[in-house]
Nanobody, 128 residues
């Protein structure tokens, strides 16, 4: 049984930093995507940052240069380092995983991922 457990959320002031972690267990595929998504109240869930089994990454434009996604080599833990946080980053953050890869589909790199497994989320609140 695949389980994803997020941690590291909290409340910070604008300009601060947080590091989210997602502990994964039970997933055995060697070709996979892992990612961070977020959902603010009254808004749709959106992609934040993705990484695949080759280490290729994708970021939403709103977080480029501020957030960094990474994973340990055993693929058991996914991280999201969030710097220069803004009030608009306030949301519930979820990690997800599934089979797939980030591939080039002209003219962009795109995720071809099956987001089959999700964590319960961790809240991030940024105050101004």
């Amino acid at each position: 049984q695949v389980q994803l457990v997020e941690s590291g959320g909290g409340s910070v002031q604008a300009g601060g930093s947080l590091r989210l972690s997602c502990a994964a267990s039970g997933y055995t595929s060697s070709r996979y995507c892992m990612g961070w998504f977020r959902q603010a109240p009254g808004k749709e869930r959106e992609v934040v940052a993705l990484i695949d089994s080759t280490g290729r990454t994708l970021y939403d434009d709103s977080v480029k240069g501020r957030f960094t996604v990474s994973k340990d080599n055993t693929k058991t833990t996914l991280y999201l380092q969030m710097n220069s946080l803004k009030p608009q980053d306030t949301a519930m953050y979820y990690c997800a995983t599934g089979e797939g890869a980030i591939r080039f589909s002209f003219p962009y790199w795109r995720p071809f991922c099956d987001w089959h497994y999700w964590g319960q989320g961790t809240q991030v609140t940024v105050s101004s």
